[in-house]
């Protein structure tokens, strides 16, 4: 883990450092920040976590820095997202080639073309087939089988008992970008990881995004398809049936025992309840109660729905 | 193949067993199973299946055990489905990293970075590039070109003068589970495979599915582009083309020279007649006629769609 | 580069030949064929490039051979795309796994897994993953990153600064077929490449389709989301961001700064305008101006679809 002093930081950054050094080792959300992490507040949304935040330091405008407590050292700027993207990229492990053999139980098959990184743990009657990628410090629990061709990006869990299809990607990048006012994209250096928890099968070339901070979370029991798309930061309750195609944008979560048709998918930063399910096709814009049917986009409750495409074809005699 | 004593098959299972001691090979449905098969009925919709059926033996409510043929054993369950599934893993070839070199013609050109399971049968004039799997008992035919970084599940077949693009994965397991009353999904293993005949072209990043019992199949001369789903058991009609990220849901089944466009995408256990065509981002929903040009979600005949959508933006003027 | 005489293309493709003979190296559309290049004529919609062309050769309708300069020998069929088809399988390299060790700059980390094949050309300060192909005469600039697992097919160039998640395929064939009468599909060789500028990021599990003549181009500073498909000889402007699931057909392009949200998609051969936004799961039917926000499928302003969702959901109480 990386660790700079803030003023280093700040310099590396483009910004004025005022106030007292701390050593400083990740980013984080205004809420989950801890003493030794630097937040940034950008949207008035989060205005009521200023006073509550832990973060040793906030990338923050001059007018709103009276709302720190005084364990949060304001770091001013105009663009705090942008130097938030700025900061990320040096807290990012270095991507690299470096392999160290991971201790392999007796019980485990592991081809010898699985190409791996360093510090990697392998738990008990594992078996990895060939041409699968296992980056730097990824745990993988007891009996999972992970099939040909898969890559899982550094620092990802997976749990055990769980079955991983060829092509899926574990742990690519999220999804996230500062705006320049050119209009260029700032890489938002993504330094969370994905945690899949124990009796999972992800299907055949599916993405499952990092965290930007954080985890992104499958919890036990979930099943997927094929060639679904889960954001950075979602959390896939218990038990969740996720068919062909479904795409979750990030900050997504859903309960347990959610079932989403094939095609389907969801806008980001929403919430999904237990036991709800959404039909093919559908798109979720909003949060969802539990134990309720919808489909359709913008999703509705399936029993609306049907009545809504029976007056929709009632036009046709019109 | 995998044998086992039927009193032993239960014992795994949890059920009783009573009547005739025989051998079991594998498992299929009531219509297509054999006398050495295990088959199951849990729902009504089959039932004029069962007087008709070969299986060796039946998973079955008792109620409905007197339908049965005098050859076919009845095994009692109330939960019919959840023991096939349990059934399902005996059944299971086991995944291993074994690998026997195949017999490779001399008019072939396999880059030694292949990884192949064993008992593979490559035909002649067949190239592989780096980085693909093939798997154990796979049959590749004459002049096929396999790209880099390809997985063929054990069991499937490829036909000859074919072309499989980059990161497609070809037989991962179908999307079938049983369900507990407590909400968890038990794998039904997934023992058929995927047989893709002649001059099929399938792009870069799609799924194919093994089929649960026998194959899916994709008939000759069809073409697919890239990021496309097949569920198990979706038969593909000879010279249909589906383009970029269509999904069939499993069981569906097309006729000859289909049409599908982008992003469209088909629900489970329907048919889609010769020559049909299904414009971009249609979801079919019910079997569709031959011949006959859908569009839209739920798709219906393209001319009504155009029609429809007049309506509908008409109301902008009431 | 393949080389051919005109006499020699006509008895392979089953055509008669009249008049002057000169060498062919390639195929190229009626506007970009030089005088090297052979091109062809099958629909009315560009009739008047006909006078304009510098092809060669023309594969060409009787009729409208009168139409061509003199500099264009007219090569008569009445099927120019069938044999257009078949004179493309001419001039498509050799598929093999021939494969010489590039020169790697000192401050480059490239896995020793990683496969390439011939003539591939690799910048300062690059780094690639294992399990990753690297196809004949590929381009890759400094400073890139190349995670593990992906594919990038021969003669792609990949720019600077540059990050391809795993599993991503550059450079796959696009999806472009003649038709014979017997309802056949015949393989137009895709001859053309791929081009990622500067500074784009790809997310996992992509598929970016080669030209079939010219380059499919992604243009400096893009980012690309996972899952997504673009068509062969698509143009994508500058500092474009494509969410998930996103698919483009072919021949499509963006202006700068275009914004698509997730599971939206494009029809083939139209353009988006500059800065213009698509919200999830629209589907573009038709051009779109610069500047507006669009949704829904055929995509309309996204203002007049909210007033149009209103006016369907006002159905409900009629």
């Not at 450092?17 to 984080?28: D, P, S, Y």
């Not at 296992?134 to 079955?163: E, F």
Request: charge should be neutral; charged fraction near 15%.
């Amino acid at each position: 883990m990386s660790a700079f002093a803030l003023s280093a930081i700040c310099e590396k950054i483009g910004v004025e450092f005022h106030g007292e050094e701390k050593e400083i080792i990740g980013l984080h959300t205004l809420s989950e920040a801890n003493e030794q992490e630097m937040s940034f507040f950008n949207s008035a949304k989060y205005i009521s976590q200023l006073p509550l935040t832990k973060a040793g330091a906030v990338l923050i405008e001059s007018k709103y820095a009276h709302l720190l407590p005084s364990t949060s050292t304001a770091i001013f700027t105009d663009e705090p997202y942008l130097k938030l993207a700025l900061a990320s990229a040096l807290f990012a492990p270095k991507i690299s080639t470096l392999s160290t053999t991971p201790s392999i139980d007796e019980n485990c098959d592991i081809d010898k073309r699985v190409i791996f990184g360093q510090n990697v743990t392998i738990g008990s009657g594992v078996t990895i087939l060939g041409g699968s990628y296992i980056g730097d410090d990824v745990i993988i629990g007891d009996n999972t089988l992970i099939h040909a061709n898969v890559t899982i990006y550094h620092h990802c869990q997976i749990g055990k008992n769980s079955i991983i299809h060829s092509g899926t990607v574990i742990g690519s990048d999220g999804y996230g970008f500062a705006h320049t006012k050119m209009g260029e994209h700032v890489k938002i250096y993504q330094n969370g990881n994905v945690i899949i928890e124990d009796s999972v099968e992800i299907g055949a070339n599916c993405a499952i995004d990092r965290a930007v901070f954080g985890s992104t979370i499958i919890k036990k029991g979930s099943k997927f398809d094929n060639l679904i798309q889960i954001g950075h930061n979602c959390i896939i309750g218990e038990h969740t049936l996720l068919a062909g195609q479904v795409g979750l944008a990030g900050s997504t979560s859903t309960g347990r025992n959610v079932v989403m048709g094939g095609q389907s998918g969801s806008a980001g930063h929403l919430h999904i309840g237990d036991f709800a399910q959404i039909a093919g096709k559908g798109g979720v814009t909003k949060s969802l109660e539990a134990k309720k049917i919808y489909a359709g986009f913008p999703a509705i409750e399936h029993r609306v729905w049907l009545k809504l495409q029976a007056k929709i074809h009632a036009l046709l005699k019109k």
